[in-house]
């Protein structure tokens, strides 16, 4: 490979397992193929399509997934005990690129307290399991579950004794999301010295989001040797879910002079995924959501709008388009400005005089202290109000911002205020 390019990261999606996990977010098999395919298109390297020991239904989605999506590797999870891996094999069976992944918890806390096993037992374990998984796929993942709360010496032992048994990804979850990014960084780097010679192994990082870190300590991971990210569209999983795949793919893609890694994703795709994912969950994702939210390319606020109108790059650091929505919205309500209202005006195909606009944007003010938004139905319907004949001026809007005064509608002289500002910021 050039010295000079950037390292590709390898894409783990688990929407399907650990995503699909998530109370509320549960998907019959039929739904589950249906995102596969987009999660195909989508980019992504692997596609966890289940955990088939938990049910019938789990089990048809990992075999019907194998069978139809030929491109990604489909990997299929289990614990490290002999029927969970004949299971995860028999739904691998027919795929083209199969992925058994098997996890044993390596903290003392979730040995003693939740296993009731020793450190001992469960490295005994894990080589067991690995070896087994091996039966069904050259291609082995195991994850050392609870890995950033686990003892480093003994996480480091048990990487070494799986990589030695047949693993060629090894995956350390910060599983309850407790990390913190300069932490998970360095447990990486000491792992990667500490792996045995002469056999490649890809290190994987796997972030839950209880802190909200869960992307900070994806991108600390690569940083510190990781070059697999497991990951969810719109972020779903356990608790507050884990690292989304769109956050840090567009990380990746908006920052390069500070993380110079690639993905395969295509960011086209994203906000596709992300929407079937919605429809199919029936969860909506919150408003604010980075990428995909509703409110992640809007603009509201007069001074944003009138920024945003004269050089997009003011206010945005990534273009709508490039994760496959539409144009950024300028959206009309209390805080903005006459040149976003004279902007959707234009786009409507309605021409206003200085006066009309002036007129107008009192109007849409009092519309949008009512309605929160004032879509474009609206404005129509204000322009129509405004033009009929006899009509009288909207009133002034409550408005930190004083409103020009004037006797009468046409003849007075106007004061604009200054083009593009309402009272917001
Ligand atoms: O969070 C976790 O530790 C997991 C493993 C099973 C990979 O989901
Ligand atoms: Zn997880």
Known sequence: MDAAAPDRITIFDTTLRDGEQAPGFSLRHEAKLRFARTLDELGVDVIEA???IASEDDFAAVRDVAREVRRPAIAALARSVPKDIDR????LDGAARPRMHVFIATSDLHLSRKLGMTREQALEAAVIGVERARRFADDIEFSAEDATRSDPDFLSEMVAAVVRAGATTVNLP????YSVPEEIRAMFRAVRQRLPEGRPVILSAHCHNDLGLAVANSLAAI???ARQIECTVN???????????EEFAMALRTRPDRLPFTTGVQTLVLYAASQLLTELTGEAVQANKAIVGRNAFAHEAGIHQDGLLKDRRTYEIMRAEDVGRPSATLVLGKHSGRHALKARCEAL??????????ELYRAMI?????????????????VEEMRRPGAHPAPAPASPSPAPSRRS????PVTIEEPGYGFGV
């Open 50 to 52: 289940g955990f088939p």
């Open 88 to 91: 995860a094999g028999e739904a």
């Open 174 to 177: 910060d599983t309850v999301g």
């Open 223 to 225: 940083e510190g040797g």
């Open 235 to 245: 972020g779903i999983g356990e608790r507050a879910g884990n690292a989304s795949l």
């Open 349 to 358: 195909k309605i021409t206003l005089s200085r006066l009309e606009l002036d």
């Open 366 to 382: 009092g519309r949008a202290e009512i309605r929160k938004v004032v879509e474009d139905c609206d404005l129509l319907e204000l």
């Open 409 to 412: 509608r046409w003849e007075s």
